[in-house]
């Protein structure tokens, strides 16, 4: 009788140990994902500063991952990348806008083939991820 009753503990407790185990599996990846996820594909804006003929450039690059579609907007003037490769960057120019201007990224990431987008404000000789 004993032995039944050591069993059926054992039991429980390697069932509970099991169900612990794959909670903590599913939470240490969810965590994961909200810290590490937006940063594998993450887009660098770095803004300098504006010419003397009244343009205003910035670099534009891919992080750590390739990404696709991207579309800077600065005022009602647009730009768009079809695709950058990983460590990639491209040159953009626009008209000079005020230190301080928002504009709206967007980009897909082609692997998740999911969207995504932000703001970032112009800082002349500085940069923002997106």
């Known amino acids: ?14 069932i509970s140990a099991f169900v612990l ?3 903590s599996y599913l939470d240490g990846k969810r965590i994961k994902q ?28 891919a992080t750590f991952n390739r990404v ?8 009602t003037e647009e730009r768009t990348v079809d695709q950058l490769a990983k460590a990639d960057y491209r040159k953009l120019e626009f008209p000079v806008v005020k230190e301080g201007t928002k504009y709206k990224l967007t980009y897909t990431d082609p692997v998740e083939n999911r969207r995504h987008s932000g703001t970032g404000i112009v800082r002349y000789e500085d940069s923002d991820y997106i």
Do not use: H, N, Y
């Open 34 to 61: 909200e810290i590490v996820g937006p940063l594998d594909v993450a887009v660098k804006v770095r803004w300098d500063k504006p010419t003397t003929e009244g343009k205003l450039s910035c670099e534009v690059s």
């Open 68 to 75: 696709s579609e991207i579309k800077l907007t600065v005022g």
């Open 1 to 14: 009788m004993a032995a039944l009753v050591i069993s059926i503990v054992a039991v429980v407790l390697s």
């Open 21 to 23: 185990a794959i909670f």
